[in-house]
């Protein structure tokens, strides 16, 4: 069983919807991750919440809209996407570094399978 | 720049036989983490192993073991007597002191082990 549990498994959504992503680990790790991936390619990086601050953002259209509302739970709401922001999210936690070790892997969710019709 | 570079866009490997999937890496800092991720075609993504960049012994994990070679900054996964359950997408990713807590990943290598 994976520890980071991903809600939902699939989802299909017109170009007008909103919809939210759900993310929820236990592990006690202060680092939580959005990831896009598209077949055959590697995860592209999207955000990145260390202690529940948004650390990082990689350009990210603003149709997407992340949230950190605890330390165990992460959200992407989505709203206007396109066709091609179909991809699978990947959530994931690590530990965050804090000028310490570097062993502290990736822990992924098993992602949300998104179409936009 | 590139951090990881995988050059080995598909790989075949007979069962049972071992196959080594290259990953070279870019960094200027003295501390840093490799690491390697499986997946399989129903999209999760597998922790596999680690290796340290002070670890002066190779990582190994069951099947997987890592040949890390500092000098040439390669951090090469060999997985022995492969099975079909092995086929898959892997991919190679670091992280470093620099930039902590972002992960680079290079663009995977196909994996597939026939019958």
């Known amino acids: 069983d994976t520890e980071v549990t991903q809600t939902p498994k699939h989802l299909v959504m017109g170009m007008t919807n909103k919809k939210s992503l759900k993310c929820e680990q236990h592990m006690g790790h202060r680092a939580m991750y959005w990831y896009k991936q598209k077949a055959k390619k590697p995860p592209e990086l999207m955000f990145v919440?260390?202690?529940?601050?948004?650390?990082i953002n990689e350009s990210v259209p603003s149709r997407f809209s992340p949230e950190c509302p605890n330390s165990s739970l992460l959200n992407l709401h989505l709203h206007a996407l396109q066709p091609e922001d179909s991809a699978l999210y990947l959530c994931a936690s690590s530990l965050p570094v804090q000028g310490g070790p570097m062993d502290s892997p990736l822990h992924f969710g098993n992602g949300t399978r998104l179409t936009v019709t | 720049a590139q951090k990881i570079t995988q050059t080995q866009p598909g790989m075949f490997v007979q069962e049972k036989e071992a196959v080594t999937l290259d990953c070279t890496y870019d960094?200027?800092?003295?501390?840093?983490?490799l690491f390697w991720y499986k997946q399989p075609s129903s999209g999760e993504m597998i922790f596999l192993i680690y290796?340290?960049?002070?670890?002066?012994q190779n990582a190994t994990e069951g099947r997987y073991s890592l040949n890390f070679q500092k000098a040439r900054k390669s951090a090469n996964l060999v997985i022995s007597a492969s099975q079909l359950g092995d086929s898959a997408m892997y991919f190679c990713?670091?992280?470093?002191?620099?930039?902590?807590?972002?992960?680079?990943f290079g663009t995977g290598t196909s994996l597939t082990v026939i019958p």
């Open positions: 960094t200027s800092d003295q501390s840093y983490g």
């Open positions: 290796q340290g960049s002070y670890d002066e």
């Open positions: 919440y260390s202690y529940e601050k948004l650390s």
């Open positions: 990713a670091m992280r470093d002191a620099n930039t902590g807590n972002q992960f680079y």
